[in-house]
């Protein structure tokens, strides 16, 4: 089975082809340039330098948030245009689960963080044992300090940070969780190419939808709901 | 804080084209001031200023945003008049704009308050007759 995997999620783009478990190819860049004019051209150049034409794709996976908004429309834009086309099955990917994937041989707790601004951050935690992931959180919106007592509960683990708020969390906790590291650059950000094996666990369980039924998937951050107009205004 | 009076729109805008050479790519300006103060008149001015032909410019009430380009550094011209929640600023791409090397600048920010980062530049407009208007400039001093 051949699988696209694309993510525009954040700042860094890239994509990736795999056969089976096998990954035939990756391509990244994050140097700031705007997804919507590199992504689908590093994708066909992909797939071109691996041989693999559009026409023997079985699958397209991509990731649908939590993330920048413009990011992920033209991640999930480029996927569905591509899926419509050739008629196939698209797979939805949880850009944090996703994270954690870059870091699959850690035995561990792997915290993947992105900043949702306003110290607050959209983050999950798996449990990493011999190469398997197991979910000990879901996807959800909390503030740094949310994040903090969540990693105090798990004081015996080594825990590692990934991920565009890594170094954010990792600096402004006001005592740092015991155990706790935060992962090289070269591996801090989403990564098409450690996606693949998740994608390709995913197809094979059937986790497929069809082109339309790829959303994105908004994480509501409640606190800043509250502090996001200024006081003066609220007896207006 | 350095405070201005102006008598006109057109000193408005001159006094906006002098903020203006001041910017650089990744800097926000945030506007305090109700309706009818100057802002949409402000940023024509840092259009001027930033080398864009300010005839581009136009209030983005209803877009939400409008994007300047062809001067020193393209301009990202955001209204949050409408700008409910925090869903619906995210919604606006505000966030993305922030890493796309230009300029910010926010019409009605009081509504994203709580969203801005620290190191705003913040424009107060305050109305002293017909068309007179003292504004406030803070984080950044003009030369
Ligand atoms: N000193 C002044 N500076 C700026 N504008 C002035 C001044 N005196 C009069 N005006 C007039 O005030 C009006 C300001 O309109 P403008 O659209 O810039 O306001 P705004 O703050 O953007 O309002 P809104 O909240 O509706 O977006 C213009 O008609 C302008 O000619
Ligand atoms: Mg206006």
Redesign the interface.
């Known amino acids: 089975m051949k699988l696209l995997i694309l993510d525009s999620s954040s700042?860094a783009a890239s994509a990736a082809v795999c056969e089976d478990g096998h990954l035939l190819g990756e391509s990244y860049t994050n140097a700031?340039k705007?997804h919507s004019a590199t992504l689908l051209p590093m994708a066909e150049a992909l797939l071109h330098n691996c041989s693999v034409p559009l026409g023997e794709l079985d699958a397209l996976a991509v990731t649908v948030g939590p993330g920048?908004?413009?990011?992920l429309r033209i991640g999930m834009a480029a996927i569905k245009g591509m899926a419509l086309a050739r008629d196939l099955p698209c797979i939805p990917l949880s850009t944090l689960e996703g994270l954690a994937c870059n870091l699959l041989g850690f035995d561990g707790l792997i915290c993947p963080v992105l900043d949702a601004?306003?110290s607050q951050v959209y983050t999950a935690l798996f449990r990493c044992q011999n190469g398997t992931l197991t979910r000990l959180a879901e996807d959800c919106a909390i503030s740094i300090q949310e994040l903090k007592q969540l990693l105090d509960t798990y004081p015996d683990e080594r825990k590692i940070l990934v991920g565009d708020g890594a170094n954010l969390c990792y600096n402004s906790f006001n005592s740092r969780p015991e155990n706790l590291s935060v992962a090289p650059e070269h591996l801090l950000y989403q990564h098409a190419g450690a996606m693949a094996s998740l994608a390709w666990q995913k197809a094979r369980a059937g986790e497929n939808v069809s082109a339309d039924e790829i959303v994105p998937a908004?994480l509501?951050?409640p606190q800043?709901?509250r502090?996001?107009?200024?006081k003066?205004?609220k007896g207006e | 804080m350095q405070r201005f009076i102006t008598s006109s729109a057109a000193e408005t805008e001159q006094l906006a084209s002098r903020l203006a050479q001041t910017l650089q790519a990744g800097d926000i300006i945030a506007f305090?001031g109700g309706m009818g103060m100057g802002k949409t008149c402000f940023t024509h001015g840092l259009a001027a200023g930033l080398g864009i032909d300010p005839g581009e410019v136009s209030s983005p009430t209803f877009a939400l945003v409008n994007e300047y380009r062809g001067g020193r550094l393209p301009l990202f011209h955001f209204d949050m008049y409408r700008v409910e929640?925090?869903?619906g600023?995210?919604?606006?791409?505000f966030?993305?704009y922030l890493?796309?090397?230009g300029v910010v600048a926010v019409e009605w920010s009081?509504?994203?308050?709580?969203?801005l980062?620290q190191e705003v530049i913040r424009v107060t407009f305050e109305r002293l007759g017909d068309t007179q208007r003292r504004i406030a400039i803070e984080g950044r001093v003009l030369p």
């Open positions: 700042k700031g705007t920048s908004f413009t990011g601004r306003v908004y509501r951050l800043a709901e502090e996001l107009k200024l003066m205004q | 305090v929640s925090f869903d600023l995210y919604s606006t791409g966030f993305d890493d796309m090397g009081e509504n994203i308050h709580g969203a980062p």
